[in-house]
């Protein structure tokens, strides 16, 4: 039994000591999704599977376990005014995951990823019809920054063919050589991300309560695998354009590992990261840890990569993601301070509704 003492010393232990095992955690868990993500890339990339498809035999199981998990049906009956709105998370969800399979498959995992940071422009035009006009300024610039940094992705920059920073002819990439994409091409994965960040302020503002957010969580990715289920009937149906490798083996480790740690696990450990790491995730601190994890699987899965390239797009988003959250940012910072301040760094934290 601990005594008095103990007790407070341990509660007077700087604050960066007990958030280093979540931000560890935190670390593998995003390194264990953009790895599901180059599995799943590969798989389709080779295979020629139709993206609806796969995504729903994903999704599928996935939303069992969330509904065995949760059992939203237990505890506190859920109101309409909080099951509707999840329904319709739902339809945006299934949208999503639609854009970003095809987005995946049409740019690489690169842009892919990067491109889910978009959600943050959503934060511009909250500050456009919310905020003052000194911060709409400083948010339509890292707006700009963004798309210039979405554009040069697009131009190949983070490529060893394409790159301005690479002085190799040639690239020893096991993966075919990357094609120059336009802003057309990148809008699919652009506005995938910003249906992301729209479908986590809806979730936001249904409940603040992580229990409840976690019951709703799992009717929302139920509901998206019915909006889903029609899809991919009528795209089996109408017939998927690529069958010309019916061969391939199917890929265990890329569905499983799309199942729990692409959809299950990073939800848990996201939601996690907003309560007491105070790191949402569109935001800079977020992106410098996907970064660091798409370098060691660019290099492991010897994709045509250049890192120069990839680090000067990775600053740009960067300090675009940093200009357009400046307001949200001012106020968790305000609200932590304070919640310190009282002594109450272990509670939760009810996080801005602002995008993320």
């Not at 509904?67 to 999840?86: A, D, F, H, I």
């Not at 690529?242 to 569905?255: D, I, L, N, Q, V």
């Not at 992106?287 to 000067?312: N, Q, R």
């Not at 357009?324 to 106020?331: D, G, I, M, V």
């Amino acid at each position: 039994m601990m005594s008095p003492k103990q007790i407070s010393d341990d509660r007077g232990s700087p604050p960066h000591l007990r958030q280093t095992p979540l931000q560890i955690i935190h670390i593998i868990a995003n390194f264990m999704r953009i790895w599901s993500i180059y599995s799943m890339y590969r798989y389709l990339s080779q295979t020629g599977a139709s993206v609806v498809l796969v995504l729903l035999a994903c999704l599928a199981p996935a939303s069992i376990l969330f509904l065995v998990l949760q059992k939203p049906w237990k505890g506190r009956p859920l109101s309409n005014t909080q099951v509707v709105p999840s329904v319709i998370n739902g339809g945006i969800t299934a949208l999503y995951f639609i854009l970003w399979g095809k987005g995946l498959k049409s740019c690489g995992p690169v842009r892919a990823i990067l491109a889910e940071y978009s959600g943050a422009v959503l934060g511009v035009l909250s500050a456009v019809l919310y905020g003052r006009k000194s911060h709409v300024w400083k948010k339509i610039g890292g707006l700009i920054a963004m798309l210039a940094s979405f554009h040069l992705l697009s131009q190949g920059w983070a490529t060893a063919t394409y790159s301005p920073f690479s002085w190799e002819g040639s690239t020893d990439s096991e993966a075919q050589t990357e094609q120059l994409l336009g802003l057309k091409e990148m809008s699919i994965p652009i506005f995938a991300g910003i249906l992301s960040a729209l479908r986590r302020v809806i979730a936001r503002r249904v409940s603040l309560k992580n229990q409840l957010k976690r019951r709703l969580h799992a009717i929302t990715i139920a509901s998206a695998t019915c909006f889903l289920f029609p899809v991919a009937m009528w795209d089996m149906i109408i017939g998927s354009p690529s069958g010309s490798s019916p061969e391939m083996p199917f890929s265990t480790w890329a569905f499983f590992s799309t199942i729990f740690f692409g959809i299950i696990l990073i939800f848990y450990i996201d939601s996690i990261a907003e309560e007491r790491l105070h790191m949402v995730f569109s935001s800079p601190r977020h992106l410098m840890v996907a970064g660091g994890c798409i370098i060691v699987m660019e290099i492991v899965y010897k994709m045509d990569f250049s890192l120069l390239g990839f680090t000067v797009c990775c600053l740009i988003l960067g300090f675009g993601i940093y200009e357009a959250t400046s307001l949200e940012r001012a106020r968790k910072d305000s609200l932590r301070n304070s919640d310190l301040s009282n002594g109450e760094l272990g509670d939760d934290i009810q996080m801005s509704s602002l995008p993320t």
